[in-house]
């Protein structure tokens, strides 16, 4: 018993007596220096603005792009909502791509606010924006090494749509915020969000509409906090961020209003029939779809397109609405970043 014992005493000793193992390092990330090289960029006079000619049918135009950051693999190009609104809503995500080493394009697509904003009819159509978005890519050297397309609203639909004809050039694909029908998406409000308000506010705002008395301060005073403040961004209206403020006060209506109609809360403009949802599984790309709880979109139609992409992956906001990027920003960003980290990484199938 007791040469039982010391062998113990020895090998504990001997278990002791071995160096410990280092720690292990902390997972390092990205390096800023790299980061924010601009060596060789043509964008460093202005800050990683470029302003991009377009041709249409129209004749040319210029489109205003800023780059923020520097990742040969990682290159997210920012399609805003509207149509017709700006860039500036996606400010937010400067508080988050940064620091994860993703490079990102901020950019107002014609008709908004710091590009061309042509009094053109015409120019307000679906595969006009596509080519635009394409001549986008191109200027900036995007392509399917490093391409990356967030569209967040009808920004999502002009991403379906791009997907659709150029997706050759895409290495991920986002589409935030936004279904793939519009008549879903209006029967969606019809049968459960307009419901929920005061019928008396429903009918005020319906009257409105049918004189198309659109300028009527009372429209947006009714919108605002009956609709907007609970299913666009959950947060008192006076509280909103200045991005969104801004981002809102630039709205062009001469593209918004034909093409979407006069407010959220339906579509009557010339998207009002648009319906991609059989054409999903064409896109073979890993794609992200984002929804939300209290959004304008059916956030169960939002997890359903993601089985219908071939490659697709759902993100549920649960605290979110339609600009999820703000009133869930944590589980927007965390989801957001995963997929492009996983797509760059192939663990997205």
């Not at 394009?105 to 061309?116: C, K, R, T, V």
């Not at 019809?190 to 005020?204: F, Q, S």
Request: hydrophobic share 40%.
């Amino acid at each position: 018993m007791k040469a039982i014992a010391c062998c113990a005493l020895v090998l504990t000793f001997a278990a002791c007596a071995q160096p410990a193992a280092p720690p292990a390092e902390p997972a390092r990330g990205p390096d800023p220096a790299a980061y924010f090289d601009t060596t060789g960029r043509d964008d460093v006079l202005s800050g990683g603005v470029r302003v991009i000619p377009i041709t249409t049918p129209s004749g040319t135009f210029k489109v205003w792009t800023k780059r923020v950051g520097n990742n040969p693999r990682i290159k997210v190009l920012l399609l805003h909502g509207g149509p017709g609104a700006t860039h500036e809503y996606f400010e937010a995500f400067d508080s988050y791509l940064p620091k994860e080493g993703i490079e990102y394009y901020y950019y107002d697509q014609l008709g908004s606010a710091f590009s061309d904003q042509p009094k053109d009819p015409s120019l307000w159509d679906v595969p006009r924006f596509v080519e635009e978005v394409e001549q986008v890519r191109q200027a900036l050297g995007l392509d399917v090494s490093n391409f990356y397309l967030l569209g967040h609203s009808w920004g999502g639909i002009l991403a379906m749509e791009y997907a659709l004809k150029y997706q050759h050039n895409l290495k991920g694909l986002v589409i935030s915020n936004m279904m793939s029908s519009m008549p879903a998406y209006v029967d969606y409000a019809e049968k459960v969000l307009i419901p929920g308000m005061d019928p008396k506010v429903v009918a005020e705002i319906r009257e409105i509409e049918t004189r198309k008395d659109y300028e009527n301060p009372r429209y947006m005073e009714l919108l605002m906090p009956n609709y907007y403040a609970f299913h666009i961004l959950r947060m008192p209206p006076e509280q909103w961020p200045d991005p969104v403020n801004r981002a809102f006060a630039r709205l062009n209506k001469d593209v918004y209003i034909p093409m979407q109609g006069p407010s959220e809360m339906s579509a009557s403009g010339r998207l009002e029939k648009w319906d991609r949802t059989i054409d999903l599984g064409k896109i073979k790309v890993p794609t992200l779809a984002i929804g939300a709880q209290h959004d304008t979109m059916d956030p169960k139609h939002m997890e359903k397109m993601a089985t219908l992409l071939a490659k697709g992956r759902y993100l549920f906001c649960p605290n979110g609405s339609h600009m999820a990027m703000y009133d869930d920003q944590k589980t927007y960003f965390e989801g957001l970043v995963r997929f492009i980290k996983d797509v760059d990484q192939g663990r997205v199938p």
